[in-house]
């Protein structure tokens, strides 16, 4: 039966059938023909996947993404950014790069930063005379670190398919999505200094201070979400409301930039895109329910623990599978999928949980711009209108940047881990 079910599966896949309909659809077929189990088994699986108290956070946090977006939150932090690193070498490219980690900590999604950035930093980049290919791969690879940085969806997935904490998981983030982060701004210095772009002017102590108050309530956030988990206030489920509430208040009262008309759009654009992404989790959940009782996750435990004694040649096997599965699938799926796989053989060779989780995910937010199916390099194409073949240099440059940063994360733990020994102590 599971011969079957990964045959049809991909099979579906390089037929372009939506994801959720190839691992739903794939299943069904291979209960029906190769097994005596009642299909109605099925049903049952697709909404146990769904009842389990992390996954309620995917609303909220989808919602507050597209409230920060519409509000106003963005463009203070834009405004901020600049004007603490725009007077440096290939500074209004680190400001691109600054401001999608921060944004990336308010939304947790990574094309809605790439759309948030882009539509304001692009042309800008331009401006400063900076190359189209450049930019383009800027925009795509900056916006990934939102798959890292926390609130990050896919950390709240990854936790929800193996029973990781989702706080460990968002602290650890913080770090990776640093180290990520500044393997690229240490690439735009570098390209920047060569090709000797301008920059801006020094801002003033004043103009810094105008730009850090303008911004002040958006960059608290983060500080609210994480404070509170670490803090017993509240839940990363209960934090996902805060934000969300928290995110209304600021556009509604402070920076008075959302009514109750673009409010109840963002309702709806929020709730389509909670329903594509509960659609995929379900689905998902009912192939490894056939897998786990096919025996797979074990067998591939079993497979790791008699060839593979070295955590060294594991971790680099999980990173060359995972980069090249990033080309075609997209976070969530990726993880609902390959995390129960994985996951057994890791703790069996004594790698941590949540440092597997950030490899994992570090991974994936790599492959989200990556050719030939990376969805940022699609969301990045409506902005700069360049097809993948213009784009491409620009993208391979910050892979090897980000590669190298994966590098660091994957074989020195610390670099992820630290803050989550530091609060746990």
Do not use: C
């Amino acid at each position: 039966m599971v011969s079957l079910l990964l045959i049809l599966i991909i099979i579906l896949l390089f037929a372009s059938v939506p994801i959720y309909v190839a691992l739903g659809l794939s299943s069904f077929l291979a209960v029906v023909f190769m097994s005596d189990t009642n299909p109605m088994i099925l049903i049952q699986r697709l909404f146990g996947g769904l009842d389990q108290f992390a996954l309620m956070a995917l609303p909220f946090f989808i919602l507050a993404a597209n409230i920060m977006d519409v509000g106003g939150l963005s463009k203070r932090i834009l405004r901020w950014a600049r004007a603490f690193v725009g007077h440096i070498t290939g500074g209004v490219a680190m400001t691109t790069q600054v401001s999608s980690m921060f944004f990336g900590a308010l939304s947790g999604s990574s094309p809605a930063t790439v759309v948030a950035m882009g539509k304001i930093m692009y042309p800008e980049l331009l401006n400063k005379k900076y190359d189209k290919k450049f930019s383009s791969g800027l925009l795509a690879s900056a916006g990934a670190v939102s798959l890292i940085i926390p609130p990050s969806i896919t950390l709240i997935i990854f936790g929800s398919v193996t029973g990781v904490s989702v706080g460990d998981l968002f602290i650890a983030g913080i770090g990776a999505g640093i180290i990520i982060g500044l393997s690229s701004i240490i690439y735009i210095y570098i390209y920047a200094r060569n090709n000797n772009l301008p920059k801006d002017k020094r801002a003033s102590g004043k103009e810094m201070w105008d730009a850090t108050v303008k911004a002040f309530w958006a960059l608290l956030i983060p500080v609210i979400i994480l404070g509170g988990i670490y803090s017993g206030i509240f839940t990363p489920t209960e934090a996902a409301g805060v934000s969300a509430i928290y995110a209304l208040f600021v556009s509604t009262v402070i920076y008075r930039e959302m009514n109750w008309k673009t409010f109840y759009k963002t309702l709806v654009e929020s709730a389509i895109t909670t329903g594509q992404v509960l659609v995929l989790v379900a689905a998902a959940q009912v192939l490894g329910w056939i897998l786990t009782r096919g025996g797979v996750p074990q067998q591939i435990a079993s497979f790791i623990s008699e060839n593979i004694s070295s955590t060294i040649v594991f971790l680099l096997l999980i990173n060359i599978v995972l980069l090249i599965l990033g080309m075609f699938m997209e976070g969530v799926a990726a993880i609902t999928i390959i995390a129960p796989l994985i996951y057994p053989a890791a703790v069996a060779l004594g790698i941590d949980p949540v440092h597997l989780g950030i490899i994992m995910i570090s991974n994936l937010a790599i492959g989200m711009y990556t050719p030939p199916f990376g969805i940022n390099i699609f969301v990045t194409q409506t902005i700069t209108k360049l097809n993948m073949m213009e784009m491409l240099p620009g993208l391979a440059r910050f892979f090897v940047a980000n590669v190298i940063a994966l590098l660091i994360i994957t074989y020195i733990p610390e670099s992820s881990l630290f803050l989550v020994d530091l609060l746990n102590d």
